[in-house]
């Protein structure tokens, strides 16, 4: 069974450009949400999304926002890139009832220069 | 400015002793705990989790022990081996709803043959 998948892996951007990165959760798994990681603040949570609906949102700006299609599959974008937004991405997918266990992608690396 | 990165406790172990990795949870009405093995550039792996209606669990050469009274969590690991070296974070699930993680800020556990 696949794991969760994310792309890219790593990318390189330019202040002030935006970024969309992709997940595709475990098969069967209808939930999924994004963290934020960095050496300076650790894993934050960006927010998860549910049957198409974003069910919760982390204290983030609204540069960074998020979607869900019907086949679960979901990408977040950040807006007007800065650098403090260099980071490691990850996606987490689980089933549908609070309580199931998270699996978390290998996340895509993002350099802002 | 410059930003700070978070100061990892960590913990050095000689391969084939136990270690005992502790977490400190901030929300008492958290009710259900994972923790998790980053490995450098990797996501971060599921190890295990425990429910609040439980004090402990135990998998593979790992166990997982929950005090709700002092709002602590431990991550036994037996018999260590050279692989178990990584960053170990526990999160706690708080909130309704949505499955949105509270992570801690991480051990490093070295393993010295």
């Known amino acids: 069974k696949a794991g969760v998948t994310q792309t890219p892996r790593y990318l390189i951007k330019t202040r002030g450009q935006q970024v969309t990165l992709s997940c595709s959760p475990i098969s069967g798994h209808r939930s999924v949400s994004w963290y934020q990681q960095t050496p300076g603040q650790g894993l934050q949570f960006l927010f998860e999304?549910?049957?198409?609906?974003?069910?919760n949102k982390g204290n983030f700006p609204g540069r960074f926002s998020g979607r869900q299609f019907s086949n679960s599959r979901s990408e977040m974008n950040v807006s007007t890139l800065e650098l403090g937004d260099s980071a490691l991405y990850l996606c987490?997918?689980?089933?549908?009832?609070?309580?199931?266990?998270?699996?978390f992608g290998e996340g895509s690396w993002l350099t802002v220069v | 400015g410059e930003s700070v990165g978070l100061h990892l406790p960590t913990l050095s172990v000689q391969e084939g002793d136990n270690s005992i990795i502790n977490c400190a949870y901030s929300n008492s009405a958290s009710d259900y705990f994972i923790w998790y093995k980053q490995e450098s550039g990797k996501g971060p792996q599921f190890i295990i989790d425990i429910r609040s209606n439980m004090d402990k669990r135990q998998g593979q050469r790992v166990t997982v022990l929950l005090n709700k009274t002092v709002k602590h969590l431990s991550l036994q690991i037996a018999a260590t081996q050279p692989g178990d070296s990584a960053v170990y974070f526990c999160a706690e699930m708080s909130g309704q709803g949505a499955q949105k993680l509270v992570f801690g800020q991480g051990t490093r556990l070295t393993i010295n043959p």
């Open positions: 987490a997918s689980s089933l549908s009832v609070r309580g199931n266990t998270i699996y």
């Open positions: 999304y549910f049957s198409e609906t974003q069910r």
